[in-house]
C-alpha cells in the first residue's frame, strides 16, 4: 500500500526509548485509512516502559540541561537537515498511516521542520532580566529548563504537532518523552530516530506508545515530570489537566476548536471563498483550527454559496498516495461516523444539502465535500466539532449577530472574517474571542507566530518566540551587595 522507502527502516514499527529500539512484545496493527490495510505492526508499550522512558530522561538531563545553547542549536540544525534529507519518505509515511493528500504531507514535513528550525535559532536567544535594586541589593533573572516533559500528540498533524513542542523543549534545554497519536506512530518514530542519528544523546529524546491511558497516567503523575505538554480533544486536555494537578505540573493545552468564518457583505469574493477551502478542507476538514461554521451576511449569501459549492464540487476525492488529490479519507470509522451523523441531524433540521452529503465512492473512510446552507444553532454541527470535509452555512444580518453567534461556544481558539471594511476589520478582529483571528486569510498558522487558543481551547502557546517560555522556569537571583 505505500511506495518503497529509501528508509525502510521507518516501517519496523518500534519505540524508541533511550536510544535503543525496543523490538520485543505485543504488536498492534497501524492501518492506511485510505485502503484499511496493515502498514506495520507496532510494539505495545504501558506503563513500566513509560517509567522506564522518563528515568532515561532524568539521567539524560543532568548533562544535556548544561549544554551551551550553541550545542543544543547545532544538533537541532543537524536533525532538520536529515528531517529535509528524508522528506519524500516522511511524507509517504505520513498520507500512508494518517490519509492526507501528499503534496499536503510533504507540506507538513516542511511545517515540522520550520519548528525545528525556528527553535534551533530561539535556542541562542534564552535571555534573562536585571532589575533595579537598592543599594546593597541586585537582582537578577535568569531562564532555567524546567526539567523533564512528558507530551502527547494528536494524528492529525503527525509530526508537526510533534516538532512544535519536541524542539522549543530540546532547544530549552528540557528532555521529553512523547506519546503519538496510536494511529499514526510511524512518522513520531521516524523522526525519534533521525534525531538521534543527528547526534541528540539517547533520553533526551523518547517515543512511547500503545495503551494511551496507561502510558498518559505515567506521563501526568510521576514525579520527576515538571512539564505536560498535550495536543488533542479537549476532553482528554481536561482529564490531563486533572491528573497533572496532584504533582502541579507545568502545563500546556492545545485543545480543540469551534472556528467561526464570518463572510461580510462587504468581502471580497474570490478571497473569501479561497480562505474558506484553504481553513475548511486543509487535511480533509481535520484540523482543530478548520472552520466549523460559516456565517455569511445576506447580501453576499447567495453568491458565495454558489462560488464555494462550484469549488468544492471540482475537489478530487481519493487515496493521497494515488495521483493527485485535494481530499483523503476520514481518519477511523467513528470520525466518518461523526461526520455522517452531523450531516444527517442538519438535514433533519431544516438544512439543505448544496453539493456532498454522502459517502464517497473512494472508499469505506471517504466522504463526499459537502456545502449545506441553513444551518442553526440547535443543529448538531453548531456545537461539535465536525472534523470533517461539511461547510455548513449560517446566515446574518448585523455585524452585532454575527458576533454574537460566533462568540456562542466554549471553544475560543481560531475565527476568521472576511470584510473590505477596515473599522469592521478592526472592530471583529477585537471582538472575536479566540486566540488567533485570520483577516481575508484562511490560514493562521506559521511557525513565526503564537498558536493557541483561549476559553476552553486551551492554556498556552506554540510556535514564535513565546514557545520556548512554555519549557523554561525564571529564577530570581537576589544579590546582597557590601
Ligand atoms: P482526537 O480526537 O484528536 O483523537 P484525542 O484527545 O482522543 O483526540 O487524542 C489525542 C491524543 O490523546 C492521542 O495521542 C490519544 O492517544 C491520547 N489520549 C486519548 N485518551 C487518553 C487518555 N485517557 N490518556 C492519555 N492519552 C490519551
Redesign the pocket.
Known amino acids: 500500500t505505500i511506495p518503497p522507502l529509501e528508509r525502510s527502516d521507518f516501517l519496523t514499527g518500534q519505540p524508541l526509548v533511550d536510544g535503543t529500539e525496543i523490538c520485543a512484545g505485543s504488536t498492534y496493527a497501524v492501518t492506511n485509512p485510505a485502503t484499511g490495510k496493515t502498514l506495520a505492526n507496532v510494539v505495545k508499550l504501558g506503563a513500566a516502559q513509560t517509567r522506564r522512558a522518563i528515568e532515561s530522561n532524568s539521567r539524560a538531563l543532568i548533562d544535556w540541561r548544561k549544554r551551551p545553547a550553541q550545542e543544543r542549536a547545532r544538533l537541532l540544525h543537524d536533525w532538520l537537515a536529515l528531517v529535509r534529507l528524508h522528506r519524500h519518505d516522511l511524507g509517504l509515511l505520513m498520507t500512508a498511516e494518517q490519509g492526507k493528500p501528499l503534496a499536503e504531507a510533504l507540506g507538513e514535513v516542511d511545517y515540522a521542520a520550520s519548528f525545528i528550525q525556528w527553535f534551533a535559532e530561539e535556542a541562542r536567544r534564552v535571555y534573562g532580566e536585571v532589575i533595579p535594586g537598592s543599594a546593597d541589593r541586585r537582582i537578577i533573572v535568569i531562564r532555567q529548563p524546567v526539567g523533564v516533559a512528558g507530551a ?5 498533524f503527525p509530526a508537526a504537532m510533534i516538532t512544535r513542542k519536541v524542539a522549543p523543549a530540546l532547544a530549552a534545554g528540557c528532555t521529553v518523552t512523547l ?5 499514526t506512530p510511524l512518522t513520531a518514530f521516524a523522526l525519534a530516530k533521525l534525531a538521534l542519528e543527528a547526534g541528540i544523546p539517547p533520553g533526551v529524546f523518547n517515543v512511547v506508545c500503545g495503551d ?2 496507561a ?3 505515567v ?2 503523575s510521576h514525579p520527576d515530570v515538571t512539564k505536560f505538554t ?4 479537549t ?3 481536561k ?2 489537566t486533572a491528573q497533572c494537578a496532584t504533582t502541579l505540573k507545568r502545563v500546556s493545552m492545545e485543545l ?1 476548536g469551534n472556528a467561526p468564518l464570518l463572510v461580510f457583505d462587504d468581502a471580497d469574493l474570490d478571497q473569501a471563498v479561497e480562505g474558506t477551502i484553504a481553513s475548511k478542507f486543509r487535511n480533509t476538514g481535520q484540523t482543530c483550527v478548520c472552520a466549523n461554521r460559516i456565517l455569511v451576511q445576506g447580501g453576499i449569501h447567495d453568491r458565495f454559496v454558489e462560488a464555494l459549492a462550484a469549488r468544492v464540487s471540482a475537489f478530487t476525492v481519493g487515496n493521497g498516495l494515488e495521483g493527485a488529490t485535494d481530499q483523503g479519507p476520514l ?1 477511523t470509522r467513528a470520525a466518518f461516523d461523526k461526520v455522517q451523523g452531523h450531516v444527517a441531524d442538519a438535514i433533519a433540521q431544516g438544512g439543505g444539502i448544496v453539493t456532498g452529503g454522502k459517502r464517497h465512492g473512494a472508499g469505506e473512510l471517504f466522504f463526499q465535500p459537502t456545502v449545506l446552507t441553513g444551518a442553526n444553532p440547535a443543529m448538531r454541527l453548531a456545537d461539535e466539532e465536525t ?1 470533517g470535509p461539511v461547510a455548513p452555512v449560517f446566515r446574518f444580518d448585523t455585524e452585532a449577530e454575527a458576533l454574537a453567534l460566533a462568540n456562542a461556544t466554549r471553544s475560543g481558539l481560531a475565527a476568521y472574517a472576511f470584510t473590505r471594511d477596515i473599522d469592521r476589520a478592526w472592530r471583529v478582529a477585537e471582538g472575536l474571542e479566540t486566540g488567533m483571528v485570520g483577516m481575508n486569510n484562511g490560514i493562521v498558522s506559521t511557525e513565526t507566530a503564537p498558536f493557541g487558543g483561549i476559553k476552553e481551547s486551551g492554556l498556552g502557546r506554540e510556535g514564535s518566540r513565546h514557545g520556548i517560555d512554555e519549557f523554561l522556569e525564571m529564577k530570581t537571583i537576589n544579590l546582597g551587595v557590601r
Request: cysteine-free; overall charge neutral.
Open positions: 502527547i500528540t494528536p494524528w492529525n506519546k503519538p497519536s496510536e494511529l494511551a491511558p502510558i498518559g497516567s506521563l501526568t498535550f495536543t488533542g480533544s476532553a482528554v486536555g482529564l490531563l480543540g481518519i472534523f
